[in-house]
Antibody, heavy 122, light 106 residues
């Protein structure tokens, strides 16, 4: 069974940093792309970032480009999101998401974690 | 970035109705479009991928169509369990979601 468990969320001051982690299990982690998607409670979904299986390709939403960095450790079956220069508008539930299939490039999103809540206070 | 626009934003329909939700892309995304269903307190669930392919386990009353910049999600006969918010997502280059359509059952 595919499992994605996020951690690292919490309360942080505006301008601060936070590192989110996602522990994956139940599949061959090194062959799947991974994503982070966020959602302000009660609002819509926002795709945040993508990383290819080999870490060779990374994409970011314009809203986080230059402030967030996605990375992964295939040996540890984990993906990370380093967030810096945090703003009020980064407050959201952050989901770790796996592509449906082991395809190259961004893809449809078949498996979602339960999310970790990030709250940025000013 | 490619912008995705869904319509309507909210929709109220009766059990048994045929329901259609539209998603428009600001530029062609070929067929790289997916649809999701989200219920309160839960992560989204993939319904349709590559415009019209039904994800395993999803009821056949859900279908998708379109190409280029205009896409639709159709529920052929609305059921009470279909009350949810629906999102489209493009995955052409980077990725992005529509703003969502909240579907209520009358």
């Amino acid at each position: 069974e595919v499992q994605l468990v996020e951690s690292g969320g919490g309360l942080v001051q505006a301008g601060g940093s936070l590192r989110l982690s996602c522990a994956a299990s139940g599949f061959t982690f090194s062959t799947y792309s991974m994503n982070w998607v966020r959602q302000v409670p009660g609002m819509g979904l926002e795709w945040v970032s993508y990383i290819s299986p080999s870490s060779g390709t990374k994409y970011y939403a314009d809203s986080v480009k230059g402030r967030f960095t996605i990375s992964r450790d295939n040996a540890e079956h984990s993906v990370f999101l380093q967030m810096s220069s945090l703003r009020d508008e980064d407050t959201a539930l952050y989901y770790c998401v796996r592509g449906r299939a082991d395809l190259t490039g961004t893809s449809d999103l078949g498996y979602w974690g339960q999310g970790t809540l990030v709250t940025v206070s000013s | 970035d490619i912008q995705m626009t869904q319509s309507p934003s909210t929709l109220s329909a009766s059990v048994g109705d045929r329901v259609t939700i539209t998603c428009r892309a600001s530029q062609s995304i070929n067929s790289w479009l997916a649809w999701y269903q989200q219920k309160p307190g839960k992560p989204p669930k993939l319904l349709i991928y590559k415009t019209s392919s039904l994800q395993n386990g999803v009821p056949s009353r859900f279908s998708g169509s379109g190409s280029g910049t205009e896409f639709t999600l159709t529920i052929s006969s609305l059921q009470p369990d279909d009350s949810a918010t629906y999102y489209c997502q493009h995955y052409y280059g980077s990725s992005g979601f529509g703003q969502g359509t909240k579907l209520e059952i009358k």
